[in-house]
């Protein structure tokens, strides 16, 4: 098994190599999910979970004893043009907090019953401004990727949040690079920008779309030239979990940008995946659209942190424990439909 | 405090006497949410929830120690008109799946940490059918909303759910009712009734509305000529709650629909309710717009037994989690922007 990636034709190798969605227990489980005692179909998305956990796990009974959450946080270079309400240095602030226990991530994992591990990326490095140079060399991207590719262990379940001040940027960037269209419709508020900040965001983003479009053909040439460090971490932690098979919940916007850039190398490199949540932010819900991913939550949430995925889990607990631990028609005496 | 409601005139008296959100309690719990580590606002459906539960719980911090679930059963003089893909006896049979814990709402209860209590109102006793006289006597539609309101003891957080074959057409009869509209948009498939039992069920509902509109005008007085058993406790369940400043999550069209009946007596009757969830019946988002109503979660689910509430809890806890357990900016010496 491959344990991290060098270059871009490795990682195509590596996609053309990832396990599938196995149909022999998907079946399973809707042969099941037929048999509980409740009108077919009638736990809507919860039996459609239930159904996607047991094809990514290969188990005929899906199961979540291990939900493990990756937070990767980086600084940017385009922060220091004003695209956020917060200065980097919040950041390494929000990293200490996390370790302290103190926010909205630790709560959510505490409730979730997950893990929480947070990777932080040479933080008092930020990326490069991609207004004027790519944000990262090969070989930063690369490093970064890996760190995300390696930070995964064995779990049921996988969460991806992120943290990074003026993050959304980059986002932005990368999801317009990759689904196209008026590059103003992809610029949100993220954590709370004025006007003026709205303006520059866009200004920032054109620019970055000007500059690098023509050369964002393949996933670690578009991560290193508008992404930021835990873009990258996060797309070689999606990566890693499909090898591995561990279904994966995404967060909101930035997540979101991290995984899409996966689809080129392979266009359904994200099957193992689902969208938590959709975000306030309106590029998140074009970008979701875009890939194709119906969100399980829509409670306006932004924050990030994997904080509206984190949420999401217990939707998936939920599908996973009706799934488990219901009765059967036979098994209840009851008469079927 | 009032213990049992006796008569239609009773029930408006207890209505005037109802305690209102306390926003003294709501605006501590805004203020706090101001000071947590993260951008205003960012954490969207959950900070209103937060504020929400201060305001009815007239606490500064909410509290979720105790989640009670009620869950009523009834049985339809209707249902022998085929508006059901099941047999009546599917109701008993269900009660005996929840008392032998196989039933969907077993398991969610268990993880939402939610006590259940089910109430079988006289399964053996139909109600009667009501294209050609009132479902109930007002005897026995108190008898059945006192119930419902004797069975609510202290709880931080109610769920209320339901199971009674034939019962989304009594709902879409009450939706009706109080909505007004086009007859047919309130009709829907319920658990699952082909061509022909739509067919069956809209003739039905427009036969109960021909008949008893002109008399719906109060909530005793609707729930007795187009409601069920289940309906009227329901109702009482909830007025209690009201009285009992308990905050309530409505399940789906069935719940809601009974949860409908209490504006009759008062507009804002519901403002202790939350929906939980919007389900996959037409007429259960038809009815949660007329009631300004918007759903936590829509996951497509339509199997009642207050499923989607108690899925919806865990977004409740998400909310008290992170308005309890996270830092301030002091605490935390992060940033503010």
Redesign the interface.
């Known amino acids: 098994m491959i344990t991290s990636i060098g270059s871009e034709e490795q990682l195509i190798a590596f996609a053309r190599a990832l396990p599938a969605f196995s149909e022999t227990h998907a079946g399973m489980a809707r042969s099941r999910q037929a048999q ?11 039996e459609e979970v239930a159904i996607w956990l047991c094809g990514w796990q290969a188990a005929e009974r899906p199961k979540l004893d291990k939900v493990l959450t990756l937070l990767f946080a980086g600084n940017h270079g385009v922060a220091a043009r004003g695209v956020s ?3 980097s ?2 950041t390494a ?2 990293v ?2 996390f370790e ?5 991530v ?3 994992c ?2 979730a019953g997950s893990e929480l591990r947070v990777t932080p990326l040479s933080l008092d490095k930020p990326t490069a401004d991609f207004t004027t140079q790519p944000a990262m060399s090969m070989e930063e991207a690369l490093e970064a990727f890996n760190a995300g590719f390696t930070a995964v262990t064995s779990a049921d379940l996988l969460i991806i949040g992120e943290m990074g001040i003026g993050n959304t940027t980059p986002s932005a960037a990368l999801a317009c690079a990759l689904a196209g269209g008026d590059i103003d419709q992809w610029v949100g508020r993220g ?2 920008v004025d006007e003026k900040g709205i303006r520059i965001k866009k200004d920032v983003v054109h620019a970055g779309i000007t500059l690098h479009k023509a050369h964002c053909k393949t996933t670690l040439e578009l991560l290193r030239r508008l992404g930021g460090r835990e873009h990258a971490a996060m797309a070689g932690a999606i990566a890693r979990a499909r090898q591995m098979r561990i279904p994966v919940v995404l967060d909101g916007y930035v997540v979101t940008s991290a995984a899409a850039t996966l689809t080129l190398t392979a266009p359904d490199f994200l099957a193992h995946c689902i969208a938590g949540h959709s975000s ?1 932010e309106p590029g998140h819900i074009r970008l979701l659209k875009h890939l194709k991913m119906d969100p ?8 990030g942190e994997g ?1 509206g995925a ?2 999401a889990v ?2 998936v ?2 599908a996973v ?2 799934h ?4 059967t028609f036979a ?5 079927a ?1």
Chains 1, 2 share one sequence.
């Not at 302290?100 to 909205?104: I, T």
């Not at 488990?324 to 009765?327: F, H, I, K």
């Not at 098994?331 to 008469?335: G, H, I, N, W």
């Open positions: 509980l005692t409740k009108p077919p179909g009638s736990l809507g998305r919860l309400a917060y200065p240095e919040v602030q929000m200490a907090n302290n226990g103190g926010a909205a630790n709560q959510l505490k409730l954590t709370g306030a399980l939550l829509n409670l306006n949430m932004r924050l904080s984190l949420v217990s939707v607990r939920a424990a009706t488990n631990g219901m009765a098994e209840a005496s009851v008469t439909a």
